[in-house]
């Protein structure tokens, strides 16, 4: 029997099987909530101190003192952490804390060799991780006495000697009750989810981060943090273990809450910066603990019954308010098929969801029931407080990268590489302003962080550099961590909060090489494995899961129990307490809404990104052919062309035409297909390589032709070869396609001939066409295939083109030329050699404001003959009745780029589509 656990399963079973995931893990957090709950603090000697002041009934306090009235020092600062698992097992490792040596199981498993990311999600993940937990928990500075030592393994890369990591600091107010009891740590920060990474959880870091002024937080002129004098570091709530991906969030969430403040001033002027500041704390602490809820949750747990789990966390799946509509159709099968007596959910879950627990509650209203806005603030019984395994299951550090890379917005390609370790402290200021945050946010958009695994610890972490510390392995810290602090080893933690232990090290993983290495490590005692180590090493991993079930399961009840038992997220979550412009804030911005807001350089990469922790890419929304022609263009140009531009080094090779992928689906689709990008998965299979520009056609005035041929300016023009020149002769071609405001775009394509130019490289030797004459000897065979869904396949109608104007206008009267013939300009002509080479060299060098072609145009009937010199008669007159109608012009440099290969689409628009 497989020790894990089975919900993940129930996917595959469709809707209501998804429904009934849902459905276990609500029982599964109610289970929890009732055996794992263990508190750990005395309040009562703390209460008798604490005035809860009128203010304090509608706004967070410093230090996170009277959120719950009746027991004001829950959740405070300095109060100490709980527990998930029962206190009898938490007494810290004495005789077995180096055992084994934390510095050997570092080296060993957890040092990264080949970097390996996490593909599904964006380095903003990373940070944001972090950042969340300087909101939650530290447990202070380390205790100077009495360091913890232990020798290098043989063989060590710092050599021999021993190492030395300074002790958790001890809990002081600790009593004579105490005695006897494992040891307790006190959380330095609020344990509520108030922001406190920004706000302090102090009277005195508050203060230094406000500003006294209209309720807004301290910054510069240039929108920056101050910073320390000393350390170079942002005047901020946490600014411990600083670097750059820090430096960004706090930023941004501290021009954020000056822009709540700035809202609530214009609505209540009347109000004081205390009020302001208040309002706008509440409501940007609410607008992160929901984007943590709805967006970065589901993006690193991306499985259909976690993220309705989620949603159902902040809304409920019932409730009003959020998107959950989409939600609701499944709820009202669920509840349909529960009503029968053969209820397939009920017979594949084994339980009835509709039986009350002991609270009255059913399992059904446990699911479906959103936290926020709920009546009052449950905490199960047990006063909440974070808790040591909350901490253990975050340690993370695998996510980080050991450089970062830059890029122009846009590109995806590496402007600069930094060492991480230069991104640290002062540097990070540093870089910020040299780099500008929108740049760093599009870099951190498209990079990947490290995936949660074995063996992809970060380097530098391992050799870190603190100030004051010296030379620090944070991976054999993390280890030692949990054992310092009564965190239960790998097994006994899964036992502990209702999981399967592991029977066998192969549960967790079949490589070869980690099973060796843990049997040696662990003594072949699968008991003995450290608990981060066992949830780095767990491969089976529910779907979409970035890492795995131990740590999910500390998650489903921290991450819902962070909300309930916050009076600002249950009773007092209402516009009498935030305002209804503090709501509305909340429930209405993404983090998309917030990056945008403040870097709005960001729109275009940011067009149809949806959640913003996943990598950025180009996305095609629902609406997108409704936007402006610029806005599709840009889509089209920056997510699409430039995020997948090639270096001239990496240039694809050119590659002979392949008939065979020619015939059938793909020629259908061709003349089918009206969108601008192809279908996942679409490959060129003739003009498979080229270059793309963005391109403006200027008219001549009057030309005497409508719509798209009295301007277009937002373009893209792409010259490409039909296959690799040394197999069947050098065959230049082009493809321009013109945007229109709210209306699909348009194009045409243009060949010289069909089988080209044969030895002549020279792309601009000759001018191109829409229309070629069939040629019965062609070698490639193209005009019989096309022969397939066109009657005249050898020629392109332009009639679209003249029915629409780039506003969208349709023409009542439309005029289109029957033919065009792209010139190339005399400037280019001769510029290139003709001698074999790669043709997409020579276009590369053709930079924005180039005028590429002249633009031909007759509207003489196409008449065609089986009689070779009669039909080149008919295109000789047709060809000098052409008059010139405008020029094609570059507004942007050719790049080659992926997308210009096999992402951008060019309709086929034949005859028959007049
Ligand atoms: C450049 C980035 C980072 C640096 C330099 C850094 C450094 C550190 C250091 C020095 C500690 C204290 C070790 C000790 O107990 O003595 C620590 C703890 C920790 N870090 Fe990081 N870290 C970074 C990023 C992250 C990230 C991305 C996460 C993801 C969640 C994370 C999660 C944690 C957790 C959970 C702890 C334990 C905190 C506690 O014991 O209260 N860190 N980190």
Same mark, same amino acid.
Request: charged content about 15%; overall charge negative.
């Given at each position: 029997m497989s020790v894990w656990v089975t919900w993940p399963a129930l996917t595959k079973l469709g809707t209501l099987g998804v429904v009934s995931g849902l459905l276990v893990l609500a029982v599964e957090r109610q289970s929890l909530f009732e055996n794992n709950l263990f508190d750990v603090e005395d309040y009562a000697r703390y209460n008798a101190n604490i005035t809860c002041d009128a203010r304090s009934h509608t706004a967070r306090t410093e230090d996170g003192t009277c959120n719950i009235l009746e027991n004001p020092a829950e959740g405070s600062a300095l109060r100490r952490f709980g527990r998930n698992v029962d206190t009898a097992v938490t007494h810290g490792e004495t005789a077995t804390l180096l055992t084994p040596n934390p510095r050997d199981v570092s080296n060993s498993v957890m040092a990264r060799g080949e970097f390996k990311p996490a593909p599904s999600l964006n380095f903003i993940a990373a940070s944001w991780i972090q950042f969340m937990t300087h909101d939650w928990f530290d447990h202070g500075p380390n205790a100077d006495a009495d360091p913890i030592q232990f020798p290098l393994p043989p063989g060590d890369a710092l050599g021999s000697g021993t190492m030395s990591v300074k002790r958790t600091q001890p809990d002081p107010t600790r009593t004579g009750a105490d005695t006897g009891m494992p040891q307790t740590y006190r959380n330095h920060n609020t344990h509520w989810w108030d922001g406190s990474q920004i706000y302090g959880s102090s009277r005195e870091v508050s203060d230094k981060v406000r500003s006294f002024v209209d309720g807004k937080l301290k910054v510069g002129s240039d929108n920056r943090l101050p910073t320390e004098l000393?350390?170079?570091?942002?005047?901020?709530g946490v600014n411990e273990n600083w670097w750059v991906g820090l430096s960004m969030l706090h930023q941004l969430f501290t021009l954020e809450h000056n822009a709540i403040a700035t809202k609530l001033k214009a609505k209540y002027p009347e109000k004081d910066d205390q009020w302001l500041y208040d309002h706008a704390r509440l409501v940007n602490s609410a607008l992160m603990a929901k984007i943590h809820t709805v967006e970065w949750t589901p993006a690193v747990i991306a499985n259909p019954v976690t993220e309705r789990a989620m949603y159902a966390n902040w809304w409920g799946l019932l409730g009003q308010g959020g998107p959950r509509d989409d939600y609701q159709a499944e709820v009202r099968m669920l509840q349909e098929d529960l009503a029968k007596s053969d209820s397939f959910v009920k017979r594949i879950l084994g339980f009835d969801p509709s039986m009350a627990d002991g609270f009255g509650n059913t399992a059904l209203d446990h699911a479906l029931g959103g936290i926020v806005g709920t009546t009052a603030p449950n905490n199960y019984g047990v006063p909440f407080s974070l808790t040591e395994e909350f901490v253990a299951v975050y340690r993370m550090h695998s996510l980080l990268r050991d450089k970062i890379d830059i890029y122009d917005i846009g590109s995806n390609i590496v402007s600069r590489s930094v060492p991480m370790q230069d991104t640290r402290d002062r540097d990070a200021e540093n870089l910020l302003a040299d780099e500008h945050p929108e740049r760093l946010w599009y870099s951190f958009g498209i990079t990947n962080p490290g995936s949660l695994t074995l063996n992809n610890y970060p380097n530098f972490l391992r050799n870190l550099s603190m100030p004051l510390l010296g030379n620090i392995d944070l991976a054999a810290i993390d280890v030692l961590r949990d054992r310092e602090r009564g965190v239960p080893r790998y097994n006994e933690f899964r036992r502990q909060i209702g999981l399967n232990p592991i029977t066998k090290f192969e549960d967790l993983t079949t490589d070869a090489a980690t099973l060796a290495q843990l049997k040696r490590l662990y003594g072949n005692d699968i008991e003995q494995i450290d608990t981060l180590v066992g949830q780095l090493a767990e491969?089976?991993?529910?779907?979409? $899961?970035?890492?795995?079930?131990t740590a999910f399961q500390i998650f489903i009840m921290n991450a819902s129990r962070r909300l309930m038992a916050d009076r600002f997220y249950t009773k007092d979550y209402r516009p009498e307490v935030y305002t209804q412009e503090g709501i509305d804030w909340v429930e209405h911005t993404t983090m998309v809404d917030v990056l945008q807001r403040h870097n709005p350089e960001l729109s275009s990469s940011l067009?149809?990104?949806?959640?913003? $922790?996943k990598p950025w890419g180009l996305n095609i929304p629902a609406d997108y052919e409704s936007w402006p022609r610029v806005g599709k263009l840009d889509n089209l140009w920056i997510n699409g062309a430039m995020r997948t531009q090639f270096s001239l080094e990496q240039l694809p090779p050119l590659v002979p035409v392949d008939v065979g992928g020619l015939i059938g689906s793909i020629l259908w689709k061709k003349v089918e297909e009206r969108t601008d990008v192809a279908p996942v998965g679409y490959e060129k299979p003739i003009h498979a390589h080229g270059v793309m520009a963005k391109a403006k056609f200027v008219p001549v005035a009057n030309n005497g032709y409508t719509g798209l041929f009295t301007g277009a300016d937002s373009g893209l023009l792409r010259l490409s070869v039909t296959g690799d020149p040394a197999d069947r002769g050098f065959a230049p071609g082009l493809a321009w396609k013109a945007f229109v405001d709210g209306k699909p775009s348009q194009n045409v394509s243009a060949l010289y001939t069909l089988s080209g130019q044969g030895t002549n490289y020279d792309f601009f030797t000759n001018e191109l066409s829409s229309y070629v004459s069939p040629e019965a000897n062609e070698t490639l065979g193209t005009t019989v295939l096309f022969s397939a869904v066109s009657s005249k396949p050898t020629l392109l109608r332009l009639d679209d083109m003249a029915q629409?104007?780039?506003?969208g206008a349709a023409v009542a009267s439309a005029k289109a030329p029957t033919q065009v013939y792209f010139v190339p300009r005399a400037e280019l002509r001769s510029r290139f050699v003709s001698t074999p080479h790669d043709f997409r060299q020579d276009l590369l060098t053709l930079k924005t404001g180039t005028k590429v072609y002249d633009v031909y145009a007759t509207s003489m009937e196409i008449k065609t003959s089986i009689i070779p010199s009669l039909n080149t008669s008919y295109a000789n007159q047709r060809r000098s009745n052409a008059k010139k109608i405008g020029e094609i012009e570059l507004t942007s440099n050719f790049i080659a780029s992926q997308f210009g290969d096999s992402g951008v689409f060019f309709k086929h628009q034949r005859h028959e589509d007049k």
């Open positions: 000393l350390s170079g570091k942002s005047i901020t491969t089976v991993r529910p779907e979409g $899961f970035a890492f795995g079930e067009v149809g990104v949806e959640n913003a $922790f629409v104007t780039q506003n």
